[in-house]
Every structure is written in structure tokens, then in C-alpha cells.
């Protein structure tokens, strides 16, 4: 199994520029989950899946952050346009029915100048 | 929001000695995991305890729960260099599937 797998693994954008973070999670796994990590802040979630379904995006922090998950093995964050502060690790996970044990990528670091 | 929160935040320890993290919360839960994360890496999932166990045992760690006192606590023994990362402790409350992660205590094994 070659777990949950993100891309780009590194992402230096200018301010103002479209961002589009990409994950692949574990086949067979219902719940996918994007946090955004920063010294500030630590881990937070921005938006849990279920079934493909959106079902907590509280933790979206603006309009500019927008988040789909078209089928089961893949899901996409979107940041338009893209500010300074956004500069953060972003992390996909995905957990199995019922479970609630997560299973992370390597995070794509998000550079915004 | 935390929910839970680690204590302390930064640990550095010899090789060979043991390591204890502690983690509080504040409201019920169902259960408890702790997770390592290595620098630049993912986190990584390593123990889950539920709210109806005390103690876990897995190889080197040792996790316990006092859910009257609302925390955790997390033993490595006999620690070694590659022990060394982020270890964060997450929570699941009421109906949810959602971890939810502290800040995290770093801690440094020294050889």
C-alpha cells in the first residue's frame, strides 16, 4: 500500500497566485481529512470528507479556501488567491470505516511571497 | 481549537533513559491516540486508547488514561536516537471521527 499520497511536496507561489494542492488517499478508506500546520497555530483541520461528502469545513478559514473531493481516491485544496499567511505545511490523511486512526501524507510545504 | 494539549512542550533526554509526555483535555472523549512526527515528515499514527482502558502497552510505549483527570501520558523506555520527533496526542469526542491534535512536545534522544 503506498499510503496517502500529496502533491507538490513543496509549492513557492507569488502572492495573489491560484494554489491548487492535490491528494490521493488510501484505497478503501471513506474519510479524508486536510489540516494546515504552522509554528503559530500547530495542526488544525480545515475540512473533513466522508463518503466524498464535505461534511465539517468550520475550519476553512475563508472564501479563498475551497475544497472538493470529486470520488473516493481524490481530493483537491484550492487557495484563490493565495496571501503571505497562507505559508503553512498542509496535510492530508485518510481513515477507514469506522476507524478513526489517521493515515497522514508528507504534507505539501505551501510558500506564499 | 485544541482539544488536547501536551506537556511538556520541548523534552531532551540520553539515550537509554525514559520519556514521559503527558497530554490533558478538556471534554469527554471516546478515545485517545498518540502519533510521531519526524521533521519534515508526516504524522504517524502509534497507540489508540479508548475511554474504557487505563492502560496500553505497544513494544516500547506505554500509554495510560485518567479520564477523571482528563489526560494521558505517554512512556517511551530505553529511548533511542531515532526516537527523536514530534509526538502529539489526538481526540475523538461524542459522534465524530475527527482527531483533533495538540500542540505537540519535540523531543531529542542524544546518543
Known amino acids: 500500500d503506498a499510503g496517502v499520497i500529496q502533491s507538490p511536496r513543496h509549492e513557492v507561489t507569488e502572492m495573489g497566485q491560484e494554489v491548487t494542492l492535490r491528494c490521493k488517499p488510501i484505497s478503501g478508506h471513506n474519510s479524508l481529512f486536510w489540516y494546515r500546520q504552522t509554528m503559530m497555530r500547530g495542526l488544525e483541520l480545515l475540512i473533513y470528507f466522508n463518503n466524498n461528502v464535505p461534511i465539517d469545513d468550520s475550519g476553512m478559514p475563508e472564501d479563498r479556501f475551497s475544497a472538493k473531493m470529486p470520488n473516493a481516491s481524490f481530493s483537491t485544496l484550492k487557495i484563490q488567491p493565495s496571501e503571505p499567511r497562507d505559508s503553512a505545511v498542509y496535510f492530508c490523511?485518510?481513515?477507514?470505516?469506522?476507524?478513526?486512526?489517521?493515515?497522514f501524507g508528507q504534507g505539501t510545504r505551501l510558500t506564499v511571497v | 481549537s485544541q482539544q488536547g494539549e501536551e506537556d511538556p512542550q520541548a523534552l531532551s533526554i540520553q539515550e537509554g533513559e525514559n520519556a514521559t509526555m503527558n497530554c490533558s483535555y478538556k471534554?469527554?472523549?471516546?478515545?485517545l491516540q498518540w502519533y510521531r512526527q519526524n521533521s519534515g515528515r508526516g504524522l504517524v499514527h502509534l497507540i489508540l486508547i479508548r475511554s474504557n482502558e487505563r492502560e496500553k502497552h505497544s513494544g516500547r510505549l506505554r500509554v495510560t488514561l485518567d479520564t477523571s483527570k482528563k489526560s494521558s501520558s505517554l512512556l517511551i523506555t530505553a529511548s533511542r536516537a531515532a526516537d527523536t520527533a514530534s509526538y502529539f496526542c489526538a481526540t475523538t469526542s461524542g459522534g465524530s471521527y475527527i482527531p483533533t491534535f495538540g500542540r505537540g512536545t519535540s523531543l531529542i534522544v542524544h546518543p
Open positions: 490523511a485518510s481513515s477507514g470505516q469506522g476507524r478513526t486512526e489517521a493515515f
Open positions: 471534554t469527554s472523549i471516546n478515545n
